[in-house]
């Protein structure tokens, strides 16, 4: 009989010494290596007859052989950041309502007059809406989560902002337009009435431009939300929870990270 010896030759990492096989057949160690079961590692070669198994939540992600486990993170906002932008938005929403109601009250003061009370009601409830951009990005999708909610946060946050901005800044341009119209009637000798109606076409205009632009823009690539497997990217580009590698495509990550060899 032959009784078999082991060699001095180690297993491979991903791979562990078969006691069982070497003892049945008669083979070397080298022969006797076996890929590690799912889940389960060696980092190094060894001489080892039974692999690591991958500890904590780490994974093998199905596969046999494997030298590392890896830990999915779905690099989502933390409750940390976004109670800070809800409490942002909050704050937000109570100043500008806050403003609204104080205008209204003082309507009928000659500085609320002369300041002109609809555009500046305009710019409270632009910094509302743009504001509301924050809620619309808070929208998170996990590993093994329907995306479809976030991705409507993702292409309505740029309609959002967008036209709250440009209801504030186009209010602000009507309002200086007013005021320049004005000092030119009075510097020509005329008397003409140049009310806010007559500068609202202002604030439309700009609105639907920008309206067209993002309309435009979310019909030819529109911002969804995609999970990905970024194992190999060394170092991608992340913004926030987001990880881009178009200009118009913005992804989940899923990183993935090595245990410590205990």
């Keep these: 009989a032959v009784i078999p010896a082991q ?18 057949s008669g083979s070397l160690l ?7 079961p799912v889940d389960t590692y060696t980092l190094n070669p060894t001489k080892a007859s039974e692999c690591t198994p991958c ?3 780490s994974t093998t992600n199905g596969l046999t052989g494997s030298d590392k486990c890896f830990v999915y993170d779905d690099n989502l906002l933390s409750v940390g950041i976004l109670s800070f932008g809800y409490v942002a938005v909050s704050i937000t929403w109570l100043l500008a309502l806050g403003f609204l109601v ?16 609809e555009f ?29 909610k976030a991705s409507a946060g993702c292409i309505a946050a740029p309609f959002l902002y967008t036209i709250g901005w440009v209801l504030q800044y186009s209010s602000l341009s009507a309002k200086t337009y007013r005021l320049f119209q004005t000092m030119m009637n009075t510097r020509r000798m005329r008397r003409a009435s140049v009310t806010a109606l007559h500068m609202l076409p202002i604030v439309i205009i700009c609105v639907l431009i920008d309206a067209t632009i993002v309309i435009v823009w979310t019909i030819k690539s529109p911002l969804v939300v995609r999970k990905v497997n970024l194992n190999g990217w060394k170092k991608p580009f992340r913004l926030r929870r987001l990880t881009v590698y178009s200009t118009s495509l913005p ?3 899923t990183n993935r990270r090595e245990p410590r060899n205990q």
Aim: charged share 15%; aromatic share 8%.
């Design 102 to 117: 104080w205008l209204l009250w003082h309507r009928s003061d000659p500085v609320v007059k002369v300041s002109q009370i």
């Design 55 to 57: 500890p904590g939540d």
């Design 120 to 148: 500046l009601a305009l710019i409270c409830f632009g910094a509302m809406v743009s504001s509301a951009a924050v809620i619309a990005l808070s929208f998170q999708a996990g590993l093994d989560e329907d995306t479809s």
């Design 30 to 36: 080298k022969s006797s290596c076996q890929p590690c």
């Design 251 to 253: 992804l989940v990550r």
């Design 7 to 24: 060699s001095a030759i180690a297993c491979p990492a991903g791979d562990f010494f078969n006691e069982s096989a070497q003892s049945n």
